[in-house]
């Protein structure tokens, strides 16, 4: 009895049959639909697959020629997925070129759209600039133009006039900013350390050395007590004097002078403390001065106004007090300057009085809120009377 054959081979020859069957109808269409196709890429890679192909091609017929031996038939199996692996390759670029194909349709049916659209406003704007060139037009336009120089010509001489105003008004607010300045109240307190002494207080326009004072400049036998022009006051009560100076225009200069009254000589040696309250602006303290009955009266300094409106005081040297005291008229009843022997009795030491009484002086804040500042009122008066003054002239 023959043994069966129990050996399984795959690669038969009806198996090859096939596949050289499949193989040959695969490369006639390779071969009729070459011509038609373009892989994308340059022109030294459609050489290069061209050539891949001419040798794949080349070992095909090889292999015809050795179909009968495995090993070739392995070979042949190799090649035919190479060769499925290159068509689909070659589909996936075929692919790809449909689809930049039919977006380059898209495209191109835009452009044509757009084309169409810029084609009718090319059109329109032919028959505008047609119509602006034309006669009628540029009259128009030319028209319009001289309408228009006309207007600016108008805005530019009302222009020049509120120039105009607005300089003067700017002129007249200032004047009246300074005139408000001017008119902040300047108060000047005096006061000794024996409540018995009276003092008079004398307020001088100076305008510089050897200029004659444009008022009533200060004389210690002459001058009465009293305010300077109209509308300053003057208050002198137990032991202090207080002048309120309404009106003071920036940049004047004025020479504060204290005096004993004559009552108050015959007490004997005084110490004197001063101070200046001037609205929106820190109280000005003044140095401890003395006055004696053999000099009954003090140079205390010049008081000014600045260009910003802030109010300064500059505290005489002693040679400049000397040489005032020199130079004006002396009264010749004064006693001769007490020797070092006949000194004043010690007094208890006592504080200033304006220190112990005057009220404070309200904040600027709460000034902002409530008003004007209002200038402290002065102690009460108990020896002496206010001076006469005349009424403040209205600004």
């Known amino acids: 009895m023959r043994r069966r054959n129990r050996e399984i081979n795959i690669f038969n020859m009806s198996l090859l049959d096939i596949l050289c069957g ?3 109808a695969f490369c006639f269409m390779m071969i009729a639909l070459l011509p038609y196709y373009k892989p994308p890429g340059t022109e030294e890679d459609a050489r290069e697959n061209q050539k891949k192909v001419a040798e794949t091609m080349q070992q095909i017929d090889e292999m015809k020629k050795n179909i009968s031996d495995p090993a070739v038939a392995e070979d042949l199996r190799k090649l035919v997925e190479e060769l499925r692996r290159q068509i689909q390759e070659m589909q996936g670029q075929l692919n790809l070129a449909l689809d930049a194909i039919s977006s380059l349709s898209k495209e191109n049916d835009a452009l044509k759209i757009s084309n169409a659209a810029l084609t009718a406003e090319n059109e329109q704007l032919k028959e505008m600039l047609r119509k602006m060139t034309s006669a009628e037009a540029l009259a128009e336009m030319q028209k319009r133009i001289d309408q228009l120089e006309q207007q600016l010509q108008q805005a530019a001489a009302e222009t020049s006039q509120l120039r105009e105003q607005n300089g003067e008004l700017t002129n007249a607010n200032r004047g009246l ?3 408000i300045e001017s008119l902040a109240a300047i108060c000047i307190y005096v006061n000794s350390d024996n409540p018995r002494q009276t003092l008079d207080i004398f307020l001088e326009d100076y305008r510089g050395p050897n200029i004659p004072s444009p008022g009533r400049p200060f004389d210690p036998i002459k001058s009465v007590p009293g305010p300077r022009v109209p509308g300053d006051l003057v208050a002198a009560g137990s032991g202090r004097s207080i002048y309120i100076i309404q009106q003071t225009p920036k940049g004047r200069d004025y020479r504060l002078f204290v005096k004993l009254t004559a009552t108050s000589q015959k007490q004997g040696e005084t110490n004197v403390f001063a101070k200046i309250a001037v ?6 303290q003044l140095p401890r001065v003395t006055l004696h009955p053999s000099r009954p ?20 040297t002693d040679a400049e007090r ?3 005291w020199e130079s004006l008229p002396r009264d010749p009843d004064l ?9 004043r009795p010690e007094l208890p030491e006592q504080k200033p009085i304006f220190d112990q009484e005057t009220p ?13 500042i209002s200038t402290p009122p002065p102690p009460p008066i108990r020896d002496r009377e206010i001076q006469p003054s005349a009424a403040p002239k209205k600004p």
Do not use: H
Request: hydrophobic share 35%; proline share 11%; aromatic share 8%.
């Open 22 to 24: 499949a193989l040959g």
């Open 177 to 179: 900013r300074d005139t």
């Open 279 to 284: 609205a929106n602006q820190k109280e000005i």
């Open 297 to 316: 009266w003090l140079y205390y300094g010049i008081l000014r106004r600045e260009k910003n409106g802030e109010v300064i005081f500059k505290v005489a």
């Open 322 to 324: 000397d040489a005032l």
């Open 335 to 343: 006693p001769a300057p007490a020797s070092a022997s006949e000194q």
């Open 360 to 372: 404070p002086r309200p904040s600027p804040s709460a000034a902002s809120t409530s008003g004007p």
